[in-house]
DNA sequence: CGATAGTTTGACTTCTATCAAGGCATGTGG
DNA sequence: CCACATGCCTTGATAGAAGTCAAACTATCG
């Protein structure tokens, strides 16, 4: 792969703060440093691979900084099955998902915590065990809106959505970056390279982004964004 | 809907046994004997809902007999999302599913728990919550094995693979039940009514499936059906 | 200034959705 | 007990959307 690095220099700004993650939602200021002893930060190259092993991989981990893709293989093929973005977590692996591969796009910089420190850690604020259940739940919302994707939508409705969805997770920045091949891109929303990039040229062409380069999304009308990715509701005609 | 209410009458038995359902996976005799008084088993009628709101929800549900499906609602119309088989288990609901409906197809036995309840159990049986949170990653893989299914599969492999999941998932029985509508099904498959006909058609020409009616499904070649669900290795040639 | 990896565009094919008609069980009323 | 109404399933003809194959184009890097 061949895609520019991540990197903030005249970009986007880091993305918009979040209110707080997810993982340590309710968490007062005392609770939040006793956490902060517990995890670590770890940091990773472009296309270094995190671990995933039982023994060395990361129990709950939240992405600060840089992109993770997580590849799924699957009777021979490998395929891109998920990103994800600063601010996001990564949760404990089901036994399936060990199969894939986790690696980092860009300098990537993660807070991670091993399974006995979580469990330290949760005696004293048993607040982030139901955090950690809220997490895994969240990710299954997200499965699931994906299948709705892959089930029910057109090409253009998919690729519309994936460039929504991208553009809110990054924090609806003025420009998107998409770290990933029109390839890849067509993996997560089954399609081919080739349909992703008309679909992608078409909403071009309407002027409702602009493609500096391929990899960079000016979103210039995200209302048009959202009505084209069929989750909007459907127009009252009168 | 005209389907036939579920019956054991003459029909397979009942799934085989499982060694243990997850949720109670890895507990001794005796903490089992506490779990159980903290469980109560709930009775539906065909069609009756199983309640979503947080009051009175079920917290974690594990499924006895008969089978449940659910339905998620998204933009005006209502779709057949997911099914459960006796068991299996009913976890946590995230914020999104929580505007799905549940509800019973035939005379359905659940076996359920509180929140309380479970809080409470889970102090003096700690494996519970493990177990609970493998529970919620099963359904992620689970819906990681849907995507796969949407946005790579043809039409033919869609129908063979769902029918061979559902198949095992009832315990590989003789003659395996299809509780839903060819509409429905399409639903789940993201197909239509007509193409699911035309493929389940088709297994039937070809010999490797039964359909003495069009719920009840014969399965005569199980090997036939899995290698075409495209999740078979891909054949050496020579 | 190539060479390489990725993207775009076009022509053609294939697959599945759509539209429409008929078929088969099950349940109801005469 | 039979006719018929209903709901679902099946089958056929057709059109449209996306996949495939192939060629040209563009950015980036050495």
């Not at 029910?152 to 609806?172: I, T």
């Amino acid at each position: 792969m061949q895609i520019a690095p991540h990197s903030h220099a005249g970009g986007h700004p880091p993305a918009t703060r979040r209110l707080r993650p997810a993982l340590f939602q309710g968490l007062t200021t005392p609770e939040m440093r006793l956490v902060r002893r517990v995890f670590t930060e770890d940091l990773y190259d472009d296309a270094e691979a995190v671990p995933r092993d039982p023994a060395r991989a990361p129990f709950v981990g939240l992405l600060l900084d840089g992109c993770l893709r997580e590849d799924a293989v699957l009777q021979g093929g490998e395929r891109l099955f998920a990103l994800t973005f600063p601010g996001e977590t990564l949760s404990p692996l089901g036994p399936r998902r060990r199969r894939g591969r986790l690696s980092a796009i860009g300098a990537v910089q993660l807070l991670t915590c091993d399974r006995d420190g979580f469990e330290r850690i949760a005696q004293e604020v048993p607040r982030l065990r139901l955090n950690l259940l809220g997490l895994v739940q969240e990710h299954l919302t997200e499965a699931q809106r994906w299948q709705v994707l892959l089930g029910r939508k057109s090409a253009s409705e998919r690729v519309a959505s994936m460039l929504n969805w991208f553009h809110a997770r990054q924090g609806a920045p003025a420009e998107l970056h998409l770290p990933v091949t029109r390839t890849e891109l067509g993996q997560m929303a089954g399609l081919t390279m080739e349909t992703v990039s008309r679909q992608v040229r078409a909403l071009e062409k309407a002027g409702v982004i602009d493609l500096p380069l391929p990899s960079r999304v000016r979103v210039i009308d995200p209302g048009a964004l959202h009505s084209l990715s069929g989750d909007a509701q459907p127009q009252r005609l009168h």
